[in-house]
């Protein structure tokens, strides 16, 4: 019987499937749905304070090849809802719901107001918070977001205030829009958070209409750069988890971008990610898939004969190398047909 439960920052999962931060975790309906589907946690859609205002309209565009959706882009700022909402919306979460609760949170440029929603958000039952220094657009034009999560300093100080005024596990959400996102993430572990989450949406431009000249979305014939997510970030996240992982490995990592299969997601558990996360999949076909992907995951561990979720992490991970070694271990002629092939071009040129 294999055990799929995990741990990320010291809190146990029953699974490692999480709904990540975004529209299917907005309000306690959905999020209700979420548990009694099965799900492993949920991430609250980030609350604000003092930043929350409405995203414009329409705020979402894909991109297809042959029907499925490979990428999609958002414009969605954080929550419209005002805390007094969301103080109703934890009553009921809480009451309802017994799988762990990360509040997403996300205060303006004065890191107080990040505090006091940390410990608001304590204060109201959340199991660990999550700092979002990884919203691409809209925040970082008011200094915040993804702003601060290019700034390896700035992530220090705002997450060592946090960390500093709860005593619940603070995690970090980065954005992967960085030169190098181990430093960013080096920075959130040395200030004391006990995991982060990689990777926020990728900044871009889903597409152009080219009769028009118009980029989408478009926001009454205008756009602006969003986040992008979905499968066409999967290899970014991927190398973003691995590269966190071989850098300060101990160290709990949740992992999130363009998981639209059971099998992705072990691809981020063997990357090094403690659990992962699911926005976009979620989006486009509700929440009841995950009992097939607990399924296949068991039978998949059951097969493969590994008893527990830590048996699998980093495991792929370990085999990334240095370009260097790689020289060293690689081989050069692969059969006899290609040696032979080999004195032949060395003979006649
Ligand atoms: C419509 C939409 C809204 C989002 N809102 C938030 C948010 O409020 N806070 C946050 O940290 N991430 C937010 N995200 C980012 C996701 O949590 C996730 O990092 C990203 O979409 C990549 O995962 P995916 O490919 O599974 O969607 C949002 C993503 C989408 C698509």
Redesign the pocket.
Known sequence: MVDISTKLADVEFPNPFLV????TSGNPQKIISAYKAGWGGV?L??IGDSIVRKSVRP??ASLKRDKEIIA?E?L????EDPLETWDKYMRVIKSEVKIPIIA?I?GGPDYSEWVKLARWVEDRGADII?L?F??PHGEPERRTGAFIGQHADLVYKYTKEVVSSVSIPVIV?LTPNVTDITEIAKAARDAGAKGV?A???VYGVIDVDIETAQPLPSVNGYSTYG?I???A??PI?LGAVSRIYNRLKPYGISG????FDWKDAVQYIMMGANNV?????T?LRGFEFVKEWKKSLEEFMTRKEYSTIQDMIGIASEKMKSYEYLEKVTRRRTTVDEEIESIRGEIYG
């Open positions: 990540g931060s975004g529209p991430v859609k980030t705020m979402y999609f958002n969605e700022l954080i929550t997403s996300m999550e979002n990884g919203c959400k989450t990777i926020n949406t986040g997510s979905g499968p970030i999967k996240g999130v971008g363009g998981i996360q699911v926005v976009t999949y989006m």
